[in-house]
């Protein structure tokens, strides 16, 4: 009996240390050991973009704005660099980053306004990388006067502060609660910076270690692109890498999806070790980005644009699932030498409502599309 009781033990223990072995290898394993914890914090569900096919959306008259301006905006070419755009009541705001300014769209498509100038006075702009907006205000962020400035909705200055970043990604995004932004993590060990969305905007908190320590490379793999809803809740990517990590309202990992998608292929030949090394080189230079852009509803459905398509992740019972995959086309010409239908071109990317919108290095033109 003693015997019996002695081998279940140990058959026992086989089926428990098996079974754990089982688990952990269903997380992936990488060369870093940061990104090893991150992707053991929470479950990971497999996400396949090729699951359903790809719909192709060709732009039309309606889907194509900002083909008339106000005969005062004499300017002979509206956007330069569109780093970032946001749609706040009926106006929609691009930031510049090549001419440092903030130009407004009406909702009917018409150019109607410019807003600033490059310089380092009250409204003007010095390296220019993002604006956002929340029931109360617009703020916009340059990175070379590392500061944030805080406007009201007639984009009317209210005030100012110091914010410094080191990196890029989106480099500002805001609910009714919260700003969020790159932390200097040069200073301590948290990526992502959370501050107050109300005066005098404190800084109440950081959260997600950088993958790669500062002073280290490859530096871009802490590039990210972040969205946060209404609830608090924050979705987030490191733009080099094809997972998407879901965090609650504490900005706890709550959830991680891992993206596949046989087109990925290249960008996983190209990209180079996310182990940290000392020193730069050709093979770590350079990282390709899987995602461009993010959008986090306040239902929980997650808007995602790729190097190849543009996704819509629903949420059903905690679970999310494909649900969309859409081309946007157009058949502008916009790039000199080329026919027919191309990619629509996307420097930025914004959703309000059922509407997304995007812009263009290419061209003046804002693209905007209805979504389900």
Same mark, same amino acid.
């Given at each position: 009996? *003693?015997?019996?009781?002695?081998?279940?033990?140990?058959?026992?223990?086989?089926?428990?240390?098996?079974?754990? !072995?089982?688990? !952990?290898?269903?997380?992936?394993?990488?060369?870093?050991? &940061?990104?090893?914890?991150?992707?053991? +914090?929470?479950?990971?569900?497999?996400? @396949?973009?090729?699951?359903?096919?790809?719909?192709?959306? *060709?732009?039309?008259?309606?889907?194509?704005?900002?083909?008339?301006?106000?005969?005062?905006?004499? +300017?002979?070419?509206?956007?330069?660099?569109?780093? =970032?755009?946001?749609?706040?009541?009926?106006?929609?705001?691009?930031? =510049?980053?090549?001419?440092?300014?903030?130009?407004?769209?009406?909702?009917?498509?018409?150019?109607?306004?410019?807003?600033?100038?490059?310089?380092?006075?009250?409204?003007?702009?010095?390296?220019?990388?993002g604006i956002d907006g929340n029931s109360d205000y617009i703020f916009t962020f340059d990175k070379n006067n590392a500061r944030i400035q805080v406007y009201d909705h007639q984009f009317n200055m209210?005030? +100012?502060?110091?914010? %410094? %970043?080191?990196?890029?990604?989106?480099?500002?995004?805001?609910?009714?609660?919260?700003?969020?932004?790159?932390?200097?993590?040069?200073?301590?060990? @948290? *990526?992502?910076?959370?501050?107050?969305?109300?005066?005098?905007?404190?800084?109440?908190?950081? #959260?997600? +270690?950088?993958?790669?320590?500062?002073?280290?490379?490859?530096?871009?793999?802490?590039?990210?692109?972040?969205?946060?809803?209404? =609830?608090?809740? &924050?979705?987030?990517?490191?733009?080099?890498?094809?997972?998407?990590?879901?965090?609650?309202?504490?900005?706890?990992?709550?959830?991680?999806?891992?993206?596949? !998608?046989?087109?990925?292929?290249?960008?996983?030949?190209?990209?180079?070790?996310?182990?940290?090394?000392?020193? %730069?080189?050709?093979?770590?230079?350079?990282?390709?980005?899987?995602?461009?852009?993010?959008?986090? !509803?306040?239902?929980?459905?997650?808007?995602?644009?790729?190097?190849? %398509? #543009?996704?819509?992740?629903?949420?059903?019972?905690?679970?999310?699932?494909?649900?969309?995959?859409?081309? #946007?086309?157009?058949?502008?010409?916009?790039?000199p030498g080329r026919s027919g239908s191309i990619r629509v071109p996307s420097k930025s990317m914004y959703v309000k409502g059922d509407t997304i919108y995007f812009a263009s290095g290419f061209t003046e033109y804002i693209y905007r599309f209805p979504v389900r």
């Amino acid at each position: 009996m *003693l015997f019996t009781e002695k081998k279940a033990t140990i058959y026992l223990l086989v089926l428990f240390i098996t079974g754990c !072995s089982f688990i !952990s290898d269903k997380t992936p394993q990488t060369e870093n050991s &940061v990104l090893n914890k991150l992707l053991q +914090s929470a479950e990971i569900t497999t996400i @396949n973009l090729d699951e359903i096919p790809v719909d192709t959306v *060709l732009a039309q008259e309606e889907n194509t704005m900002g083909k008339t301006r106000l005969p005062s905006l004499t +300017s002979p070419a509206t956007l330069d660099r569109p780093v =970032d755009l946001a749609k706040i009541g009926d106006s929609l705001y691009v930031a =510049d980053g090549g001419q440092q300014c903030i130009w407004v769209m009406d909702n009917q498509g018409k150019w109607i306004r410019r807003i600033g100038r490059t310089g380092n006075g009250p409204g003007e702009f010095s390296g220019l990388e993002g604006i956002d907006g929340n029931s109360d205000y617009i703020f916009t962020f340059d990175k070379n006067n590392a500061r944030i400035q805080v406007y009201d909705h007639q984009f009317n200055m209210k005030s +100012s502060f110091e914010r %410094a %970043a080191i990196s890029s990604g989106r480099e500002i995004v805001v609910n009714d609660h919260a700003i969020y932004m790159l932390a200097d993590y040069t200073e301590q060990n @948290n *990526l992502i910076g959370k501050l107050k969305a109300t005066p005098p905007f404190d800084t109440i908190g950081s #959260f997600l +270690s950088p993958i790669i320590p500062y002073g280290r490379q490859p530096l871009a793999y802490n590039n990210y692109v972040i969205a946060a809803n209404n =609830d608090n809740q &924050v979705a987030m990517a490191f733009v080099g890498l094809p997972y998407l990590f879901i965090l609650d309202s504490n900005q706890q990992v709550d959830q991680i999806l891992y993206l596949e !998608s046989s087109l990925w292929e290249e960008i996983k030949k190209e990209n180079p070790s996310v182990k940290p090394v000392e020193y %730069a080189s050709r093979e770590n230079g350079r990282v390709v980005y899987y995602i461009l852009h993010l959008y986090l !509803s306040d239902n929980g459905s997650i808007y995602l644009r790729t190097q190849d %398509a #543009f996704y819509i992740l629903g949420i059903e019972n905690g679970s999310y699932r494909l649900k969309e995959a859409i081309e #946007f086309v157009t058949n502008e010409k916009i790039v000199p030498g080329r026919s027919g239908s191309i990619r629509v071109p996307s420097k930025s990317m914004y959703v309000k409502g059922d509407t997304i919108y995007f812009a263009s290095g290419f061209t003046e033109y804002i693209y905007r599309f209805p979504v389900r």
